[in-house]
Structures are given as structure tokens and as C-alpha cells.
């Protein structure tokens, strides 16, 4: 049974930072590619980072690049979204995603429970 689970939400001021984890189980990690996705209140779950088995690739939502960056720890099951400069409009529930699909992925069929992110302005 594949279990992802987030922690490392919490409340934040805006500019600040925190990191994301998430601890994979029940997979094999080292060869699934992984995603950070986030649903504000009211809105679509979206897209925000996404990072190939390896680690060696990775791409970002336009509304993230340069200030948010995901990682990887595959020794211990384990990837990262570090989240710098945040702003208000960063405030969700951040999801991690897995994939069974080759990178860049399709579609992500693993997912986790979600952390809460509030940035206060």
C-alpha cells in the first residue's frame, strides 16, 4: 500500500520561509517521479513543482519559479518543496503526488493527506 505523508505546514509571515516534506512508503521511490501540488480555498487543486526519479529534472509553475525549489532525498524516501520569498496568494493545502508513469508524467495517481501553508501579509 503506497503511502505519502506531508509535514512541515505551518503559518508563516510573508517573505518568510518553510520546507516541505513528504515520506514516501510502499513504493519504489527511487524510481518514481514526484509533484508538489497546492489547493487554495475555493480553487482547483493546482500544479506547482514536479522532479524526475533521478532528481537530475525538474520543472515549476510560472507562479513559483525562482522562489520555491523541490528536491529529493531517494536514500530516505523523501522529497522536499523549499518555499522562500512567500507571499499571501501561497497560502493552501499543499499536496505531494506520485507517479507509476515515466518523466514528465501524464498524470499522478499516488497522493498524500495534504499540510496546510497560511502566509500572513
Same mark, same amino acid.
Do not use: H
Given at each position: 500500500?503506497?503511502?505519502l505523508?506531508?509535514?512541515?505546514?505551518?503559518?508563516?509571515q510573508a517573505?518568510?520561509?518553510?520546507?516541505l516534506?513528504?515520506a514516501?512508503?510502499g513504493?519504489?521511490?527511487?524510481?518514481t517521479?514526484?509533484?508538489?501540488?497546492?489547493?487554495?480555498p475555493g480553487k482547483?487543486r493546482?500544479?506547482a513543482?514536479a522532479? =524526475?526519479w533521478?532528481g537530475f529534472s525538474?520543472y515549476?509553475a510560472?507562479?513559483v519559479?525562482?522562489?520555491?525549489t523541490?528536491s529529493r532525498?531517494?536514500?530516505k524516501n523523501?522529497?522536499?518543496?523549499?518555499m522562500? =520569498?512567500?507571499?499571501?496568494e501561497d497560502?493552501?493545502v499543499?499536496f505531494c503526488?506520485?507517479s507509476?508513469?515515466?518523466?514528465?508524467?501524464?498524470?499522478?495517481e499516488?497522493?498524500g493527506?495534504?499540510?496546510?501553508?497560511?502566509?500572513s501579509?
Amino acid at each position: 500500500q503506497v503511502q505519502l505523508v506531508e509535514s512541515g505546514g505551518g503559518l508563516v509571515q510573508a517573505g518568510g520561509s518553510l520546507r516541505l516534506s513528504c515520506a514516501a512508503s510502499g513504493l519504489t521511490f527511487s524510481r518514481t517521479p514526484m509533484a508538489w501540488f497546492r489547493q487554495a480555498p475555493g480553487k482547483d487543486r493546482e500544479f506547482a513543482a514536479a522532479i =524526475s526519479w533521478s532528481g537530475f529534472s525538474s520543472y515549476y509553475a510560472d507562479s513559483v519559479k525562482g522562489r520555491f525549489t523541490i528536491s529529493r532525498d531517494n536514500a530516505k524516501n523523501t522529497v522536499y518543496l523549499q518555499m522562500d =520569498s512567500l507571499k499571501s496568494e501561497d497560502t493552501a493545502v499543499y499536496f505531494c503526488a506520485g507517479s507509476s508513469d515515466d518523466y514528465p508524467p501524464s498524470g499522478y495517481e499516488y497522493w498524500g493527506q495534504g499540510t496546510q501553508v497560511t502566509v500572513s501579509s
